[in-house]
């Protein structure tokens, strides 16, 4: 019994559910967000300084470059004429990025993440210079600056180098200051729409339910699938802050989509509890088919007026196994289809390639997606 088979056996047991428990309870604010209020990422170009010699080895143009724009802007000229180009191994152009979370007030601290742009061996010691950090619109929203920190190091040189994790990667927590406020009014708003994170219809319908039997009908409207409508005079609350806190508290049930999520790079698969099959009989066989060449030399006699030469032999060989049979009744579980291919032998390749002709076959009641 492989180790898939154990893991999949084991989770199937732990959620014996009937199917009137795929519908279960949780908070509006752990399944829907409010539109606008949302985090914004920003991006900047900068310099990381300080580093012992692991930065920009062959002296990429964007970093000479960068380096000689700062001096230059600190009252230090390098001459354009110079025979010898500037060489420098401890600097390193690197790209910022952070997200500027809801609500960021200027002078609010960001934690920012530093990733080299160039050929630097490792960013270990370095020090951000001050980069500011753009929004999508174009306009500086933050400034960054501070030593980077990294979970991992690169030593050595040449063919003898050893590496943990991954050192041209960096974070500086709380290294950059908001500077302009991107944050959404609350007080211009005549209407509040909630967006749920997994769009169903039914799920709308109870949000709005629960909302309207909190303040009264017609306090919420669902508008599709994803998008609930709040009318804040018809609730009656004036502090907006005040108003979703209290529907961010409210319970609604939440009906979940069957679906059957499948990786074929790794192999993994994940099985909601709420599948059900179609009747389906499945046919599984294996075939092999191996070829191997072996190269021999082929030597002439003594005083022959033959030459030396490599013959390549090859040989086939195909093996077919022996087709094994699963046959499944109309609402059939997923715990009785691993049960049946686990009696067959299959492996996880196997089952994602069946699992993907059932839903071709039309019988796998569920979403099949494949990442």
Known sequence: ???????????????????????????????????????????????????????????????????????????????????????????????????????????????????????????????????????????????????????????????????????TTGRIPGGALVERDSSLDLRRLDKLSLLLADANFSTAKAMADSINHEFGNGAAVPVDSRRVDVDTAATRVENLPTLLARIESLEVEVHRRAKVVVNERTGTIVLGQQVRLGAVSILHGNISIEVATSYQVSQPNALAAGHTAVVPETAVKADESEVKRVALSEGASIEQLVSGLQKIGATSRDVIAILQAIKAAGALEADLEVI
């Not at 964007?62 to 060489?87: R, S, W, Y």
């Open 1 to 167: 019994m492989s180790r898939w088979f154990v893991f999949l056996c084991s989770l199937l047991l732990a959620s014996t559910l009937s199917a009137e428990d795929a519908v279960r309870k949780a908070l509006i604010r752990d399944i829907a967000s409010v539109e606008g209020v949302r985090e914004n990422p920003v991006l900047g170009y900068g310099m990381v300084v300080g580093l012992k010699g692991t930065g920009d080895r062959q002296q990429t143009i964007f970093t000479t470059q960068t380096l000689a724009n700062v001096l230059e802007h600190l009252g230090v000229q390098i001459p354009a004429g110079v025979a010898t180009p500037v060489t420098v191994k401890n600097v390193a152009a690197v790209f910022v990025t952070a997200s500027l979370p809801p609500f960021a007030a200027p002078g609010a601290r960001l934690d920012v993440t530093v990733a080299s742009i160039g050929d630097a061996r490792s960013l270990e010691g370095g020090l951000l210079l001050l980069t500011p950090l753009y929004g999508a619109d174009g306009k500086v929203y933050a400034a960054a600056q501070g030593a980077v920190t990294i979970g991992g190091y690169s030593a050595g040189s040449g063919a003898n180098t050893k590496q943990v994790n991954h050192p």
